[in-house]
């Protein structure tokens, strides 16, 4: 059991764990911002192409003596959830996207400065044709003597 809880010590003391755990705290506190959005503003824009509010329509399948007893389809709240769900998958669309290419930027101005050209090991001897070290000055195989 001791060793579980090191374990679980271990895993929970990550960088990674934590880094998660704040994205999904910012992610919450975002998506509230976002439902406010889709309910406060864009449900109330929508309403005047139609009569009402996105959120107030409904469908009613059987009237009930009270309003508790009513069965009724709120299509518009879904209609509404289906709009929070498109605006968020954008804006992380467009953040994974401006991530990507600040990565891909980096990368290849870090590749730029690490990048020289590698001195090959071997070079071919111009006289025997031979595979030989590159910074050999005689030939080992026809003695020759090469030029740098």
């Known amino acids: 059991m001791k060793k579980f809880f090191e374990e679980f010590k271990e895993f929970i003391s990550r960088g990674n764990v934590l880094d998660m755990a704040v994205g999904v705290i910012i992610g919450a506190a975002f ?64 953040i994974v996207k401006a991530f990507n290419n600040f990565h891909e930027r980096m990368n290849a101005l870090q590749g730029k400065k690490d990048e020289e050209p590698a001195k090959p090991a071997t070079k071919i001897c111009p006289y025997c044709k031979s595979e030989i070290a590159a910074d050999a000055t005689r030939c080992p195989h026809c003695t020759s003597q090469l030029t740098q």
């Open 31 to 94: 998506k509230s911002i976002v439902d406010s959005l889709v309910a406060d503003i864009i449900s109330p824009l929508l309403g005047l192409f139609g009569s009402h509010n996105l959120d107030a329509m409904k469908l009613v399948i059987k009237q009930g003596a009270t309003e508790d007893a009513t069965v009724c389809l709120n299509y518009g709240n879904f209609l509404s959830s289906i709009i929070n769900f498109v605006i968020m998958a954008l804006i992380l669309f467009c």
